[in-house]
Structure formats: C-alpha cells, structure tokens
C-alpha cells in the first residue's frame, strides 16, 4: 500500500521559471494539503484541496502561487517565475477527510527540495 | 490565534534513557486533537501519535507516549529507551476539529533530539 507520493525528490530551478512539484495521495485519502518547510523552521500551511476544489488556500501567497487537484491525476503546486525566496521544502500530505471528531492524520510524504539559483 | 510552543530547540538523551520533548498550545477552541510527528535527516515526516482533546488516557505508541494536560494545554511527547535511530526532528502540531469546514494543522517550530551512545 503505497504511501504519499511527492516528486520530484529535488527540483533545481533558475530565477523566472516555472517549478511544478507533484503529489498522488495515499490510495483511499481525497484530501490534500501543501505545506513549505524553510531551512530551520517548522512546516507551514499553504493550501488545503479535494478533488477539484480548493477548500482553503489562506497560507499560500497570492500571486505566482496556484494548487490543483483535478478529478484524475495528482495533486499540482505550481509556482510561476521563481524567486530565491521560494527555495524551501514542500511536502504534501494527506488524509482520509475531515471528520466532527476523531484524528484525520494527515500522511506526508517525503518532500520536494526546491532550489532557486 | 492558536498557536504552538516547543521551548527546547535541541535534546541530548543518553542511549536508552528516557526523554521528555514538550510542547504547549494555545487555541479556545474546545475539541482539537495534537499530533507528534519525527523528521530524520533525510526530510520525511513521520508520524507518531494522537491525542484527542476529549480522550480520557494518554495516548501510547510503543515506545513513545503523549503526556497530555489539559488544563496547562500542554502535550509533551515521552520517549521511552532512547535508540540511536531516535534522533531527529520533533514537531507538536495542533488541529482544531470543530472547524470542520477548514482542516490545516499548525506545527510547532520543531525540537532536535540527539541520542547520545
């Protein structure tokens, strides 16, 4: 059963291009959550999905930042037109959905390590 | 705002003795549920262990353990027979489960566990 699936491992991109960084969920989980990690910090919230829906993306930055979820395929983080400041570690995760009560453990997988030269 | 606190940036815990990692929380929010998770060097998230606001015992894993007071909001993680393999990151992080519309999990800036042989 295969966990959280993140790739790339590591994405090098230069000042001004594109990253996409891909993220299938655990089989049996249709929520999804983004969350960037920079060098010595704790983990961050960006945004929050289900299929097709984006249900609260308070943590991501407003411009040159977007998340999908689409219907088939994995869950996208794009960032447009990359700066230094994006270098970070972004890790998705995932959870069987909300629920009134009880855990809802989110699964992470192992991260994309971006960097912006 | 909620907001988490891990006071002990780095540990040092002789093999096989036990360790305490704290944490304390802050949400007026009445039904939430905390989280352990582990960050070895190669950057995954682990998780560890549940604790319910509502739950009556402290939640056990094995060797790890949630030491939860409620009234203080704290919810330190005990590691009992410290192994080498232990050390790591370590992050609290909090959900508060009566927002069932939004589900994001805040964690807390991390503490570093060395496992001293």
């Known amino acids: 059963n295969a966990g959280v699936m993140q790739n790339p491992r590591h994405l090098v991109r230069r000042r001004g291009q594109e990253a996409r960084l891909r993220c299938s969920p655990m089989?049996?989980?249709?929520?999804v959550y983004w969350y960037r990690q920079l060098p010595e910090e704790g983990l961050k919230f960006m945004v929050y999905?289900?299929?097709?829906?984006?249900?609260?993306e308070s943590g991501m930055p407003k411009e040159r930042f977007s998340a999908e979820f689409p219907k088939e395929g994995p869950s996208i983080l794009r960032i447009q037109q990359v700066v230094r400041g994006d270098s970070a570690a972004y890790f998705c995760a995932s959870s069987v959905g909300t629920s009134g009560a009880g855990s809802n453990i989110q699964y992470f997988g192992a991260g994309t390590r971006l960097s912006v030269l | 705002a909620q907001k988490i606190t891990q006071t002990q940036p780095g540990m040092f815990v002789q093999e096989k003795e036990a360790v305490t990692l704290d944490c304390t929380y802050d949400t007026s929010d009445p039904s939430y549920g905390l989280f352990w998770y582990k960050q070895p060097s190669s950057g995954e998230m682990i998780f560890l262990i549940y604790q319910g606001s509502y739950d009556q015992q402290n939640a056990t894993e094995g060797r790890y353990s949630l030491n939860f007071q409620k009234a203080r909001k704290s919810a330190n993680l005990v590691i009992s027979a410290s192994q080498l393999g232990d050390s790591a990151m370590y992050f609290c992080a909090m959900r508060e489960i009566s927002k069932t519309s939004y589900d994001k999990v805040i964690f807390g800036p991390g503490t570093s566990l060395s496992v001293i042989p």
């Open positions: 999905l289900q299929k097709e829906n984006i249900i609260d």
């Open positions: 089989k049996g989980h249709s929520h």
